[in-house]
């Protein structure tokens, strides 16, 4: 079963903790994203990947961080210091190459709480 | 950076009317516009996409337009059913980063009544 996936569905966290959001593919992508969804704000994206070992900075990262080792799995941690963490995270992937479609593929994404 | 403005927020329409969503950019270079939608519960998909060389496009059901002077494009949706009850989101891509980057507008609630 090909696609993209994101675990939990649902975490709870007490503020002050740090928190790691998990997305593996397994569709060959090269490129990975970050989003974070809010009622009324579409999606913002927080990071993204373009190849192993390298990401970039999207729009609201500050307050998490990512890795990425493997071409497969680009987890987000959610740190202590977002003020605002609850919300809905949204991962995606593209691919990339000369001949590549620009779609993204969307994981089913994880609501944290925090509280 | 690039900003994407959508509008409506909400949009309802009679079943087997057609529906228009409309987003603004603001970066002249950037040249891919892809439309994701998102039923309730579910995640974004890719419905239909058109890149700057291209003026209109066609998939059935839906279309979208582009407007380069204007930097604006817009998504139809003709003859509407009930499942195209949905948040409708545009984007456009980033120019300094190729196509891979995209900057999302705020979303459209379409809601379809029987």
């Known amino acids: 079963d090909g696609g993209i996936t994101q675990s939990p569905k649902y975490l709870f966290r007490k503020e002050g903790q740090n928190v790691t959001l998990s997305c593996e593919q397994n569709?060959?992508?090269?490129?990975m994203y970050w989003y974070r969804q809010d009622p009324g704000q579409g999606l913002r994206l927080i990071y993204y990947?373009?190849?192993?070992?390298?990401?970039q900075k999207g729009d609201i990262a500050e307050g998490y961080s990512v890795s990425r080792e493997k071409k497969e799995s680009f987890p987000l941690t959610v740190t202590s210091a977002q003020k605002n963490p609850t919300a809905f995270y949204l991962c995606a992937s593209s691919a990339s190459g000369l001949e590549r479609s620009y779609e993204q593929y969307f994981g089913p994404g994880t609501r944290l709480t925090v509280t | 950076g690039e900003n994407v403005e959508q509008h409506p927020s909400t949009l309802s329409v009679q079943e087997g009317d057609s529906a228009v969503i409309k987003c603004t950019y603001s970066d002249s270079a950037s040249n891919y516009f892809p439309w994701y939608k998102q039923e309730l519960g579910k995640r974004p998909q890719l419905i239909i996409d058109?890149?700057?060389?291209?003026g209109e496009k066609k998939d059935q059901r839906i279309a979208v337009t582009l407007n380069k002077t204007a930097k604006h494009f817009s998504l139809h949706i003709t003859e509407t059913q009930p499942e195209d009850s949905a948040v409708y989101f545009c984007?456009?891509?980033?120019?300094?980063?190729?196509?891979?980057?995209?900057?999302f507008g705020t979303g459209t609630r379409l809601t379809i009544i029987p």
């Open positions: 569709l060959n992508h090269d490129a």
């Open positions: 990947s373009q190849i192993v070992n390298d990401f």
């Open positions: 984007a456009a891509s980033d120019p300094n980063f190729g196509n891979e980057k995209l900057t």
């Open positions: 058109i890149r700057s060389n291209v």
